[in-house]
DNA sequence: GATGACTTGATATTCAATTACAATCAGGGC
DNA sequence: GCCCTGATTGTAATTGAATATCAAGTCATC
């Protein structure tokens, strides 16, 4: 769960360095680009569109080409250091990149802020849902929106 | 819950009669532009995208432009005819229009198939878990992958 | 038949994502 | 070192998804 107060330049490195070593034991490549593309999606801390990396990446050198992010945010994702967010056609680092899970997320209508729940009970009660009906499950997103308690106040 | 075997004029007729009601009901206008949007995506029945309904929709007259197809799916979408799986950019037909609710879906990968869940048990967790990580719950998607019973044999 | 609200048509544009092909880079074997 | 191979990145073009804007038509009501 994401707190609201924190060093966020903080929380960008320690995000990069895990990737880093995750990647070193599953001897897949950090590249630059990629470690960039991480770190931008980190920096704005919300949901952010492949477009708006674009463009964040784009600046001071030649324009990228979409290929260029998509490719990276699909690289990332595979990894399990990003999730998409299905309903908002945007991305967002995850807070817990060992552990390979599906998406499970609370969306704030009003900040934005997104929490992702780690929660092994939501996770069952789906798998069960899904083997009531008939089905062999593979993976599921979750996204619910509201109020955050931040913004209620 | 949809069933595999079933005759699917019959079904398509079902529900646009019903739709045609609880417009009556409520005093919308179920103008024929949206009758036939509706009975396309009913006539698929499977997640169809809005550029697959404007081209079933063009057949015969001149082609339509993607603001009449989005306007009328919208409309449906208002009147709970019609949900949208995010994660296909797709939309289908309801299986229970007279109660607006969320979309919790079920999709086999194999053969696109869409279940529709209206298990108040997944809902209620659904708004446990919104309100344990301190959110007021406005709505929520869940779709969940996997393969069907049919593709399973 | 004039008014105003809603609906549809039409043009253009923005945003999202992919295809296809070329160029470059990194590491292994010789 | 040099070549080979596969992975990564660059580039150009295109498709797909959705919206903004304004014009034209429909329809009930006064």
Redesign the interface.
Known sequence: ?LKHKHDHSVCIETALEAAQKICEKRETRFTPLRRRVLELVWRKHQPITAYEVLDLLSEGRKRVAPPTVYRALDFLIEEGFVHRI??LNAFVGCSDPEHKHQGHF?I??KCSNV?E?N?A??HS??ER??KE?????????????????NC?N
């Open positions: 769960m299905e309903s609370m704030c209508t929490t729940m929660e009970s939501l009660v789906i849902a899904a009906n008939g089905y062999t499950y593979e993976n599921s997103i979750l996204e619910i929106a509201g109020i955050c308690a209620r």
